[in-house]
Every structure is written in C-alpha cells, then in structure tokens.
C-alpha cells in the first residue's frame, strides 16, 4: 500500500470547474484503477489501465477523463460534465496477474 | 457484467463472538474474490482472498469459504475484538479475462463489536 500516493488528500471545486486527482505508483504494477466511494456504499469503477496508453471505461464513467502516459501515473480528471462530483475518489494498482489490487489514500473532492 | 450483493448492511457482535458476512455474485465466470477491511476515513486493505480452485481459506481468525455451485461466498471472523470493528466488502472478478479484471464490489458491511 505505501507504495501507491494520491494527492491530494483533500480538493474543493467549485460548480464548472474541472479538476485533476493524482495517483503515482512505485511498484511496477501493470494495471491502475480509479473508483469512487460515496458515504455509506460500496467502491464503484470509473476507469481501468491495464498497460500504458491503453484505459477502459467502468460502470460510471461519464463526466471523467483519464490519461496513462508512464506506467507509474494515472491521473484522473473530473469535469464538469460531472454531476454530482463529491465523493472519496480512490486508485488501485495490480501486478501483472491482476489479482491482488492495493489501494492508495484517497482523494476527497467537495464541491461548493 | 457481475453484480455482487452482499448481507446484512450492519452487523453487531459482542466481544468473543463470531461474525458472518454473505456474497452472492452473478457472473459465473468470475474466479477470484477478495475481502476488504476499510476504516473510517482511510483506505480499503485486503484481509484475505480466495480463488475458484479451493473452498476455504483461512488466516487466524479469518476464513472464507466458498461455494462455486450456488455462487456464494462468505467471510467468518470468530473471537471477535473491538479492533475489527470497520465496513468489510467482498468483491469478485476474473483476473485471466481481460474484460473481467476490474473488482466488482459489494455494498459493505458495517461491523461493530461491543466489548
């Protein structure tokens, strides 16, 4: 785990503007993932990376971008397309069986 | 794609008691099903996983079982203490199949152990 960093820990955005949430991995992992977590419910997926330049939507995608130009960074931008933005935003990574997946902090975007 | 549902929400136990946490998945493909221990505030941890090729695991005081047939599968956490009180999520995918990769989560558990 402490091999993954999300910065940063706390953003506050206001309504129209897009922000970028980082996630920096030093464990040579090939796939990198982003899940949101809003209070009380379960991790749901936004995007998956399974190798650089390559990334797959997940069940909520709509109103985020993503990027996976090195295989240690996969940054998350939330546009304003999205919604309803407030949330714990967190990124995973797996090695190259994919199965064990660890988690980095944690991002808590507030929109105001 | 896979939808995994998971009971009860809440759960209280006294201290020394054991817990039980259920998952259901859908996908019969799915052949990897992890749990996670995730504190107030902080960051989901792996407690213990299993795969499709056995029944049971387990760590100490943890095991997970699972039954292929029905598609189910279930934490157990006996001798409880106040320390394992936190939200406890199952997930499952298939890590061989590029398109199934991603973790499909339950909704959680919320355990509290009263001491």
């Known amino acids: 785990d402490g091999g993954i960093t999300q910065s940063p820990k706390y953003l506050f955005r206001k309504e129209g503007q897009n922000v970028t949430l980082s996630c920096e991995q030093n464990?040579?992992?090939?796939?990198m993932y982003w899940y949101r977590q809003d209070p009380g419910q379960g991790l749901r997926l936004i995007y998956y990376?399974?190798?650089?330049?390559?990334?797959q939507k997940g069940d909520i995608a709509e109103g985020y971008s993503v990027s996976r130009e090195k295989k240690e960074s996969f940054p998350l931008t939330v546009t304003s397309a999205q919604k309803n933005p407030t949330a714990f935003y967190l990124c995973?990574?797996?090695?190259?069986?994919?199965?064990?997946?660890?988690f980095g902090p944690g991002t808590r975007l507030t929109v105001l | 794609g896979e939808n995994v549902e998971q009971h009860p929400s809440t759960l209280s136990v006294q201290e020394g008691d054991s817990a039980v946490i259920k998952c259901t998945y859908s996908d019969s493909a799915s052949n990897y099903f992890p749990w996670y221990k995730q504190e107030l505030g902080k960051r989901p941890q792996l407690i213990i996983d299993i795969r499709s090729n056995v029944g049971e695991k387990k760590d100490q005081r943890i095991a997970v079982t699972l039954n292929k047939t029905a598609k189910h599968f279930s934490l157990h956490i006996t001798e409880t203490q106040p320390e394992d009180s936190a939200v406890y999520f199952c997930?499952?995918?298939?890590?061989?199949?590029?398109?199934?990769?991603?973790?499909?989560f339950g909704s959680g558990t919320r355990l509290q152990v009263q001491p």
């Open positions: 464990l040579n992992h090939d796939a």
């Open positions: 995973a990574s797996s090695g190259q069986s994919f199965y064990t997946q660890y």
């Open positions: 990376s399974q190798i650089v330049n390559d990334f």
């Open positions: 997930a499952a995918s298939n890590p061989a199949e590029p398109g199934r990769r991603a973790l499909t």
